[in-house]
């Protein structure tokens, strides 16, 4: 039974970025301003334009690996210190979004110190 935990836990923590990235860039593409609205909602908060790829990319590209179980580790890694990022950086003035925001880090640290999952392409590779 903890095979099939280990795996909802991680489908549920990888769908937190995948849902949310796949909104916002259904908001970009929607809007012929979008991405300059997703730009300028950053310089907000003191972030320049070259964070809205990495932000996006991080996003799809980490949360994509972790639905897989592929690269576990390292894409719990990435995506528990972009939570702590946003946290700080977007939701600082926002505290039970923050700590949710951080508690999110919190799972991702521990699934990067317990990577193997069940039906993980990581576990295909033994």
């Known amino acids: 039974m903890n095979k099939f935990f280990s795996l909802i836990g991680r489908l549920l923590l990888a769908q937190i970025y995948l849902v949310s990235i796949i909104i916002q860039l ?11 609205a997703y730009q300028d909602f950053l310089a907000q908060h003191g ?10 990319l991080v996003q799809l590209v980490a949360g994509s690996l972790l639905f897989l179980g592929f690269k576990t580790r ?8 972009y939570s702590v990022f946003v946290a700080v ?4 003035n926002e505290p039970i979004v923050f700590m949710q925001y951080m508690a999110i880090a919190g799972g ?6 317990n990577p193997k999952t ?5 576990n295909l590779k033994k």
């Open 26 to 36: 259904m908001l970009i593409f929607k809007n012929p301003d979008g991405y300059s």
């Open 108 to 113: 991702m640290i521990i699934l990067a110190v």
């Open 47 to 56: 972030l320049g334009t070259v964070f809205a790829p990495i932000m996006i």
């Open 89 to 92: 950086i977007l939701k600082l």
């Open 118 to 122: 069940a039906f993980s392409l990581d």
């Open 74 to 81: 390292g894409a719990a890694i990435a995506l528990a210190i």
